[in-house]
C-alpha cells in the first residue's frame, strides 16, 4: 500500500491558463511579445511577464485571487482521471492525499475548488514547496521543478517524484514523467 500525493496547481488546476488569461484581460502591458503565442515557458513566473515578482503575486495571491484560486479551470482531463484514481487506490489499497503550496488567506479557495469538483481526499496537506519532501507520502505527483530538486536533495533521489510535463519544467531530468495523471497507476503497479 502506497501514499500517494497530489499537487493542485499545475496537475489537478490550470493556475497558469487562468494566470494568463486575466493578465491579458486585464493587465496587457504585462504580456511579453504577441498575446495570442504567449505562453509561460519558464518556472521563474515573473521572467515571462513585463512586470516585478511582487506584481504578479499581487494579481494571484490578492486582486484576483477568487478567480485563480476558486474558480479556476481544471487541467483538461485532470478531474474524470482522478476519479479513476480515487477509484484504483481504493482497490489497490493505496491512499491518495492532497499535497498544495497555498498562501493561509486563500487556503479555503483551494478547499472549495476541491470541494466543487468532489476530490474528496481524505487528507490536504498545505505545506511549502521546497518541504514538500518531508510529506509522509511515498510518491508525489508535482509539476515543479525546484520542489524536484528538492526531493531529490532531501530524500537522496528522484523515486518517488512523479513530474507532471509542462514547458516550464522540460530541463528537469526525471525518470517519472507523466503527461496525464491515469499515468500514476503505471509508474506505481509498474
Not at 62 to 69: R, T, V
Not at 146 to 174: A, C, P
Request: glycine share 8%; charged share 25%; aromatic share 14%.
Amino acid at each position: 500500500m502506497s501514499r500517494i500525493g497530489i499537487d493542485v496547481d499545475g496537475v489537478l488546476r490550470d493556475f497558469c491558463g487562468d494566470l494568463v488569461s486575466i493578465v491579458k484581460k486585464e493587465y496587457p502591458q504585462y504580456i511579453k511579445g504577441n498575446p495570442d503565442e504567449f505562453v509561460i515557458d519558464t518556472w521563474s513566473l515573473a521572467e515571462s511577464f513585463n512586470c516585478s515578482k511582487q506584481e504578479l503575486q499581487q494579481i494571484y495571491w490578492y486582486s484576483h485571487c477568487d478567480k485563480i484560486m476558486g474558480n479556476g479551470a481544471p487541467m483538461y482531463g485532470a478531474i474524470k482521471q482522478m476519479y479513476d484514481l480515487f477509484d484504483w487506490a481504493d482497490e489497490k489499497g493505496h491512499s491518495l492525499v492532497c499535497v498544495t503550496s497555498q498562501q493561509p488567506h486563500i487556503r479555503h479557495y483551494t478547499l472549495s475548488w476541491l470541494g466543487k469538483y468532489g476530490l474528496n481526499f481524505d487528507t490536504v496537506y498545505f505545506t511549502r514547496g521546497r518541504h514538500k519532501w518531508r510529506t509522509p507520502v511515498d510518491y508525489l505527483v508535482d509539476d515543479s521543478p525546484e520542489n524536484f530538486d528538492n526531493w531529490v536533495r532531501g530524500r537522496g533521489m528522484q523515486e518517488g517524484y512523479i513530474l507532471m510535463d509542462h514547458i516550464y519544467n522540460q530541463h528537469t531530468k526525471s525518470s517519472y514523467r507523466i503527461k496525464e495523471l491515469k499515468q500514476v497507476k503505471e509508474i506505481i503497479d509498474g
